[in-house]
């Protein structure tokens, strides 16, 4: 449910080309507008431009200082708006609020971006009272937060809201504001090719066919295999040793080339013993792992084993000396996570918290491991356990601390998968491959520049068992060859002792998956 306020808020309204304008400046305290009795507009040339010395706030009860500069303009079919605003408390964002632009909404439904639900909209899509499509767009894709909704304010009027939040690590006293570009009565299609084009050009991002990063023995893959290994309590699902005979009972039926072995809860009790990041001894040991990753490559087989991009433990938070890196909120409070439930007492534990992979001393860590194992073992790449996460951390910038991190892997490694489980759009062009979007339709964008498998709470042939993960069970659905995912099995304690017709199938269908998407 939307929270709104239970009065009216006073917003003084400006009309530019039919629509009416009001502006609004969130502090990590309180929110404030114009005041009236401070603001100056004028038209200069077809720009509407207003300024206030002044805010007001508490629906006009209160005033204070202030400064905010606000330019309406049109360029070519487009109008174009953009915000500047000063405060003696540090700015949290800005709001701009547009009256008569959007068809009435009772669902008052909030969009974001960077999301990671990859069915939502990357900028506003907007239904008109004249039944048409308006969309806004930003100048940049600069990792701002950014929230849209239509709804029906104090006054009962329909108004649409558009937020934007300053970079976090960027917050102060002043905010410059996206440009903004409204787009009346457009084809979608082109205004997203606008979006894509902008991530293009600012963030490399580049189609399936010619991307760089993609090594070339991927795209030969159509089978993934979801190779469970201890989970959380200490039961193993399989050891190194099991493992590498069910891979080999594959490699009778398939090429080994078109496999890629996923090893989740390889390095022990899954999420417990994160961040330490070594072999499960429980499964093997480093002798085990050894043994099974070299008899996978014999059989043709590559291998990428899970690192947790952003969490640990509590314990061993404050045993390793990661206390600077714990993620903080916009209000620079500890982050808690108490997301998953891990002993079926009905709660949730929130033993692992997360850490924040921008922060200097944490990340060298985690490429100290990844590099470690990958040198030892001879892996093909890593799987980045909730890559796709964007705290609100004032103190350091994840994004780019991931940035940094992949960028390191690959000019290490040669042929080197980076394999994320979630990422917003933003995310795409650092990495190529996700367990994300297998539910994704075949015409959607995702597709044009990275491919996916299936998440990693896939069920298991039988009862549908999720292994390592979290979900406990979730039932068991045959794959699809019309799906452009990857087909992908998971592998628990008895999916090759019982349910070896259904791994059989698996394996035929794969093929079949292979003939249609990797030609």
């Known amino acids: 449910m939307m929270q709104k306020f239970g009065f009216d808020f006073g917003d003084p309204y400006y009309t530019f080309d039919g629509l009416q304008f009001a502006f609004r400046v969130c502090t990590l305290e309180n929110v404030y507008g114009i005041n009236p009795d401070t603001a100056t507009s004028s038209m200069t040339n077809g720009r509407l431009t207003i300024e206030t010395g002044g805010y007001q706030y508490a629906g006009g009860q209160k005033t204070c200082p202030g400064t905010l500069k606000a330019d309406i303009h049109k360029r070519d079919d487009g109008v174009c708006f953009h915000v500047k605003a000063r405060h003696h408390e540090v700015i949290k964002g800005i709001t701009i609020l547009i009256r008569h632009l959007a068809a009435p909404d009772e669902e008052e439904q909030i969009y974001n971006w960077p999301t990671l639900d990859l069915n939502a909209p990357s900028f506003p899509h907007i239904n008109t009272p004249d039944g048409t499509t308006s969309f806004i767009l930003p100048d940049s894709t600069i990792l701002r937060h950014r929230r849209w909704a239509v709804y029906r304010e104090y006054s009962g009027k329909w108004v649409f809201n558009l937020t934007e939040d300053e970079a976090y690590t960027e917050q102060s006293h002043e905010m410059t504001g996206s440009q903004w570009t409204l787009l009346r009565d457009r084809d979608q299609h082109a205004v997203s090719g606008i979006w894509y084009g902008m991530l293009a050009k600012e963030r490399g991002l580049r189609p399936w066919h010619e991307r760089s990063d993609i090594p070339e023995w991927f795209r030969e893959v159509s089978l993934v295999l979801n190779m469970h290994c201890e989970g959380w309590t200490g039961h193993v699902f399989n050891t190194f040793d099991r493992q590498l005979d069910i891979l080999k009972w594959i490699a009778d039926r398939m090429d080994g080339r078109r496999v890629l072995v996923y090893l989740a809860g390889w390095d022990g009790r899954y999420y417990w013993n994160y961040p330490i990041y070594k072999p499960s001894t429980a499964c093997g040991g480093e002798d085990g792992l050894f043994r099974m990753i070299e008899g996978a490559h014999k059989l043709g087989m590559h291998v990428v084993p899970m690192f947790g991009v952003i969490a640990s433990n509590y314990k061993n938070t404050k045993e390793m000396g990661f206390q600077k890196a714990v993620c903080r909120t916009a209000y620079d409070l500890e982050e808690i996570c108490d997301w998953t439930g891990w002993d079926e007492d009905l709660a949730t534990e929130p033993i692992w918290q997360p850490l924040n992979v921008g922060e200097a001393e944490f990340r060298q860590h985690l490429l100290h491991r990844i590099h470690s194992i990958t040198d030892q073992f001879q892996t093909d790449g890593v799987v980045l356990d909730i890559s796709g996460w964007l705290p609100k951390d004032p103190r350091h910038d994840l994004f780019n601390g991931l940035s940094q991190l992949i960028r390191n892997l690959q000019q290490r490694y040669e042929d080197y998968l980076i394999f994320g489980e979630n ?87 794969s093929m079949k998956w292979g003939d249609r998407w990797l030609s």
């Open 423 to 509: 990422g917003s759009d933003l995310h795409w062009s650092m990495i190529p491959f996700y367990h994300h979007g297998a539910h994704l339709k075949a015409d959607h964008p995702f597709f044009t520049y990275c491919r996916t498998a299936y998440h990693l709470w896939q069920g298991a042939p039988g009862r549908g068992s999720t292994g390592v993960f979290e979900g406990g069970l979730n039932p068991y659905q045959a794959l699809k060859v019309d799906n452009p995912a990857i087909p992908t099995l998971a592998i628990v304690q008895d999916t090759l002792s019982s349910h070896s017709d259904e791994m059989e199938k698996v394996i035929d269908m």
